[in-house]
Nanobody, 120 residues
Framework: QVQLVESGGGLVQPGGSLRLSCAAS????????MNWYRQAPGQQRDLVGS???????DYAHSVEGRFTISRDNAKNTVYLQMNSLKPEDTAVYYC??????????????WGQGTQVTVSP
């Protein structure tokens, strides 16, 4: 089992920045796509962006150009840098690691979430 622990959430004014971290209890980055999701109150959980094992990234249209995902494989940590934050970015942010390993098969691990609030 792998634990993912998010940190870095908080209250920030519109236009501000935050960096979220997601630390894994052991290395899965070489075999896992690392994803960031968010869920606002009363809303479904939406994919914010992904970091793939080949180094590529992909982002939701709503955050493209403002958010950046990066990895530090040595620290088993993935980051979500969020700039130019808007009130509509307010949500609980979750990271997940998803992949497949022989012979155990597919896996998906989730963190507990961290609250981000964007408000004047």
């Amino acid at each position: 089992q792998v634990q993912l622990v998010e940190s870095g959430g908080g209250l920030v004014q519109p236009g501000g920045s935050l960096r979220l971290s997601c630390a894994a209890s052991r290395s899965i980055f070489s075999v896992a796509t690392m994803n960031w999701y968010r869920q606002a109150p009363g809303q479904q959980r939406d994919l914010v962006g992904s970091s793939f094992t080949d180094g590529g990234t992909d982002y939701a249209h709503s955050v493209e150009g403002r958010f950046t995902i990066s990895r530090d494989n040595a620290k088993n940590t993935v980051y979500l840098q969020m700039n130019s934050l808007k009130p509509e970015d307010t949500a609980v942010y979750y990271c997940s690691g998803k992949g497949s390993v022989y012979p155990t098969g597919p896996f998906e691990y989730w963190g507990q979430g961290t609250q981000v609030t964007v408000s004047p």
